[in-house]
């Protein structure tokens, strides 16, 4: 049973749209990480936080935003998708271990027309 | 800042058969590895890990090797299972006080029976 929820799965959005891809957690994990990967290659890691209101952008240059009202939650948001946003989205959370006890959720695949 | 690399895009072998799937990294400071299993359609599972102060780990048909002289980490699968069928990731942590992964390209392993 996943303890990491992405929705949504699958999304096919228009050219300039605003769209967020939202992202759940129900183990109490204060770090969360939004990664992009695109097909059959590395994840890149793009924002992270570290608890409630920290944001932090990664390694990845990333026209989307991040936010973390709530220690469950870690919403990511496009003001205006462009064909070059459509990746896969995946975001991930760990607790006390950091790095070593990272949990994936299953990925949003975002295609933008 | 660190940097992941792949050996083998692509690896093929017969069930039963011993895999080994290699990575590079590039900081020496480089504290903490991990290797992942990606399903198609799924996120990143965990499989193994290993610090920095050990040079080998063992799992349940999973070895992880790490050479920290040439900076080569490897993942040995026995008796490779249709199963096993996934794309492998390595990545790596700087260790105490980062809790962000750097991940490397991937090999996808194709396991015939």
């Known amino acids: 049973e996943a303890d990491i929820y992405q929705t949504p799965r699958y999304l096919v959005i228009g050219t300039g749209k605003k769209i967020t891809l939202e992202c759940s957690q129900t183990?109490?994990?204060?770090?969360m990480y939004w990664y992009q990967q695109d097909p059959g290659m590395e994840l890149h890691l793009i924002h992270y936080?570290?608890?409630?209101?920290?944001?932090e952008k990664g390694d990845l240059s990333s026209e989307s935003t991040v936010s973390r009202i709530r220690t469950e939650h870690f919403p990511l948001t496009l003001e205006s998708a462009r064909p070059s946003h459509t990746s896969q989205y995946l975001c991930?959370?760990?607790?006390?271990?950091?790095?070593?006890?990272?949990?994936f959720g299953s990925g949003t695949r975002l295609t933008v027309v | 800042g660190e940097s992941v690399g792949l050996h083998l895009p692509t690896l093929s072998v017969q069930e039963g058969d011993n895999s080994i799937i290699n990575c590079a990294y590039s900081?020496?400071?480089?504290?903490?590895f991990i290797w992942y299993k990606q399903e198609s359609g799924k996120g990143p599972q965990f499989i193994i890990d290993?610090?920095?102060?050990?040079d080998k780990r063992q799992g349940q048909r999973v070895t992880v090797l790490l050479n920290k002289t040439v900076k080569h980490l490897s993942l040995q699968i026995a008796a490779t299972q249709p199963g096993d069928s996934a794309v492998y990731f390595c990545?790596?942590?700087?260790?105490?006080?980062?809790?962000?992964?750097?991940f490397g390209k991937g090999t996808m392993l194709l396991v015939s029976p």
């Open positions: 991930a959370s760990s607790g006390p271990q950091g790095a070593r006890g990272y949990t």
């Open positions: 183990m109490g994990h204060d770090k």
């Open positions: 936080s570290y608890g409630v209101n920290s944001t």
């Open positions: 900081n020496s400071a480089s504290d903490y």
């Open positions: 290993i610090r920095s102060n050990m």
């Open positions: 990545a790596v942590n700087l260790g105490s006080g980062y809790s962000t992964l750097t």
